[in-house]
């Protein structure tokens, strides 16, 4: 192994222009495959806020006792699916009411809005199939008038959800093979700059997996350096987003180093791909 590290010192020391050429083409593969990710999270984190927002309410007969609603509202709060239940009275109805459609302030008069219990549901339990069983065991108590929690705007919701689930599974895939694509292209460049030392290594008895070696961690080391690189250009570009245009959310901890990691293993398969096929024609 220090033999191979050695190795890769001695090759970006040889062609300095090259590895800077190989890295900065790395970097800007993944940039732009770290950018379609960045409008993916804050798809995906948008469609989460308004996710949060889903509630169910039921409708409360008019005289219904407290003392009814009260044990109700503690058997519902007992569903593992909910999160929360409110009560919430007709004035406190009407308040909200009026404070959300103001324009129609008037409109609204004392009594006009029945008391409700509005019931927030746990995160993974707010698609269409869980709201509407959710929501048939409350319609059943006898004092529940009527039960609404938007099911066609829920439904539209999570399609929009699975399609935009999809279509960045299938874009970052492609995103990814054009990057090793490309890596594996400079890479291939670094690997011809070396073609005689590589031919003379064969002639005295060098292994393939020897031979690999350095080129593996010098894939692995320029797709580090790269995915830096990428992720430092992902920041400026959110910043310039979010100060000039809207507010946009950057990675996570945890997904910046997964991104660098996927740079690295890139990197390696390039390198890989590369040094594989020209051993294959020695």
């Known amino acids: 192994m220090r033999l191979a590290l050695r190795e890769t010192m001695i090759g970006f020391r040889r062609a300095p222009m090259l590895s800077v050429l190989s890295i ?4 800007f ?3 732009a495959f770290g950018l379609f990710s960045l409008v993916a999270v804050n798809i995906r984190k948008t469609l989460g806020e308004v996710e949060s927002r889903v509630e169910i309410r039921a409708f409360l007969a008019d005289g219904t006792p407290v003392e009814v609603v009260s044990a109700a509202m503690g058997d519902i709060g007992a569903f593992p699916e909910v ?4 009560y919430v009275s007709p004035d406190s109805a009407l308040a909200r009411a009026r404070a ?6 008037d409109v609204f008069e004392s009594a006009f809005l029945p008391a409700s219990i509005d019931i927030r549901m746990r995160e993974g339990h707010r698609d269409p199939e ?3 069983t959710i929501a048939g065991r409350i319609k059943s108590f006898e004092f529940v008038d009527d039960v609404r929690y938007g099911e066609d705007w829920v439904d539209k919701l999570y399609r929009i959800r699975n399609v935009a689930t999809a279509a960045g599974l299938v874009l970052g895939l492609a995103f990814a093979a054009v990057a090793v694509i490309i890596i594996g292209a400079t890479i291939r460049m670094a690997v011809m700059a070396r073609a005689r030392e590589i031919s003379i290594m064969r002639l005295v008895g060098a292994t393939d997996a020897f031979i690999r070696r350095p080129f593996l961690i010098d894939g692995f080391l320029k797709g580090i350096l790269g995915g830096l690189l990428a992720l430092g250009l992902t920041w400026f570009a959110s910043q310039v987003i ?4 809207i507010q946009t959310a950057f990675f996570s901890r945890g997904l910046a180093s997964l ?6 293993m890139i990197g390696v398969v ?13």
């Open 130 to 132: 869980t709201l509407k």
């Open 259 to 264: 991104g660098l990691l996927g740079g690295a």
């Open 242 to 245: 979010s100060h000039n245009f």
């Open 270 to 282: 390039g390198s890989s791909l590369s040094v594989g096929r020209h051993l294959r024609k020695v």
């Open 83 to 86: 999160s929360r239940v409110e």
């Open 100 to 105: 959300e459609l103001g324009e129609f302030k």
């Open 24 to 27: 900065t083409t790395i970097a």
């Open 29 to 31: 593969s993944l940039f």
